[in-house]
């Protein structure tokens, strides 16, 4: 019989750092833990399709989740990329107000920074104000009348960084099945059973941890319609050639006005010498449809050239997209995380609606849900 202790759905990077924070823990016995997964490897749906940046948290709502979780996160896997060799660039960030835009009396965006400023006191991160001579020495090419500098911020190669954890929870005795998309899931009061075309699964605990599916596993488990997820594509071009490319060596975000989504089209910088301009908003309705319709470069162009005017359209090529798991609620989209302990007993804990920065809060947010007081009073010594 299939019986396992802990059930976790997805092997994106949170069900990857879930599975690895499991098994390094002590427990009152050797847990058995099992990730249920469809694809045929781990990271291939949004994990693997991000700017893998490990986010200070100061675009967040300081008391939000988001902020908490990214902050303690990303310093977690930075020390973890370092140790383990995984590729990281150490390019810091920087937030930029254009020239154009000042031109154009737009000021919301010189108050934006305001506003980052005051989130990065709050969270305790380190940020300096710099003017366009100062952002000079940084970025020789690029065109901004002042900005903030985030020096800690990294990134990551996000498809080495999830398959090193589960590497590492493989090592503790998790077991990965892949190609095994759940498809129903009972419970008799004590355990849960998951229905994959392949076999049957009882678990006395399950952690949906399902990305842009999490919304159909938690209905699944819970027998009602708790929560929907609305697909939101990120798409990127890549900067070809090569001397374009070496103008720019950091991470360069927007200025954005208060309620714009997201944190803007970006200059996005690899650990393997890429250069990638994104991602953009464009509502999908399929939730796997990363190519039909692909938005022109002429949107990226514009964004990219307020800050490098150099750059022609003909040095884009289209590269790929991701899709963000934002979840709709009766009173509009919902800007955090959601953890929830949707069922007590037997434990059911639902993560939904983990969109960016959830690469950056993964080792955190894997360390909460373990904290559960679900998980404690279970398994506990
Ligand atoms: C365009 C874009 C850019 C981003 N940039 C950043 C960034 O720079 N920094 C940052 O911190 N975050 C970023 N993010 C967010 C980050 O990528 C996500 O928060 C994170 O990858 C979510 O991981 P996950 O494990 O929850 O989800 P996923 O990676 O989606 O993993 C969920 C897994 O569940 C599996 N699954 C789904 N349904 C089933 C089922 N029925 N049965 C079995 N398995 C199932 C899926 O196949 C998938 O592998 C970005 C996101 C996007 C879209």
Redesign the pocket.
Do not use: D, F, M
């Given at each position: 019989m299939n019986l396992y202790d802990i059930c976790i759905?997805?092997?994106?990077?949170?069900?990857c750092a879930i599975a690895r924070e499991l098994g390094r823990r002590r427990w009152d016995r050797p847990l058995r833990i099992i990730v249920?997964?469809?694809?045929q490897a781990?990271?291939?749906?949004?994990?693997g399709?991000?700017?893998?940046?490990?986010?200070s948290g100061i675009h967040e709502n300081p008391h939000s989740l988001k902020a908490r979780l990214?902050h303690e996160g990303s310093a977690l896997a930075v020390s973890y990329a370092t140790e383990r060799g995984i590729p990281l660039l150490n390019t810091g960030m920087i937030i930029a107000v254009a020239w154009e835009d000042i031109r154009r009396g737009l000021w919301k965006e010189a108050s934006s920074l305001r506003r980052l400023w005051f989130n990065a006191w709050k969270t305790g991160t380190r940020v300096t104000f710099v003017t366009a001579s100062r952002l000079r020495t940084w970025e020789p090419n690029l065109h901004a009348c002042c900005g903030i500098v985030i020096p800690s911020v990294s990134v990551i190669d996000p498809q080495a960084f999830v398959q090193s954890l589960k590497a590492d929870a493989e090592e503790t005795g998790s077991v990965f099945a892949f190609n095994?998309?759940?498809t129903g899931i009972q419970d008799d009061g004590r355990a849960y059973t998951l229905t994959t075309d392949r076999q049957t699964i009882h678990a006395t605990c399950l952690i949906n941890?399902?990305?842009?599916?999490s919304d159909?596993?938690a209905n699944l488990a819970l027998h009602s319609e708790n929560y929907t997820i609305r697909p939101l594509r990120?798409e990127y071009y890549e900067v070809v050639p090569p001397e374009k490319r070496a103008l720019v060596r950091r991470l360069i975000y927007p200025a954005l006005p208060p309620l714009a989504t997201g944190k803007g089209i970006h200059f996005s910088p690899r650990p393997d010498g890429r250069l990638f301009i994104g991602?953009n908003a464009v509502p999908v309705t399929d939730k796997l449809d990363y190519t039909s319709n692909k938005t022109p470069p002429g949107l990226f162009i514009e964004a990219a050239r307020k800050f490098l005017p150099v750059l022609e359209e003909q040095d884009l090529r289209w590269a790929y997209a991701?899709?963000?798991?934002c979840v709709v609620a009766g009173d509009g989209d919902k800007h955090d995380f959601i953890v929830s302990t949707d069922r007590a007993e037997p434990p059911l804990v639902n993560?939904v609606g983990?969109?960016?920065?959830?690469?950056?809060?993964s080792l955190a947010l894997a360390r909460h849900v373990v904290d559960l007081p679900c998980i404690q009073q279970r398994f506990r010594l």
């Open positions: 759905v997805g092997a994106g990077v949170v069900g249920l997964e469809r694809n781990a990271g291939l749906e949004t994990s399709r991000n700017s893998g940046v490990l986010h990214a095994h998309p759940v941890a399902a990305g842009l599916h159909h596993i990120g991602p991701g899709i963000r798991p993560l983990i969109e960016s920065p959830g690469l950056s809060a």
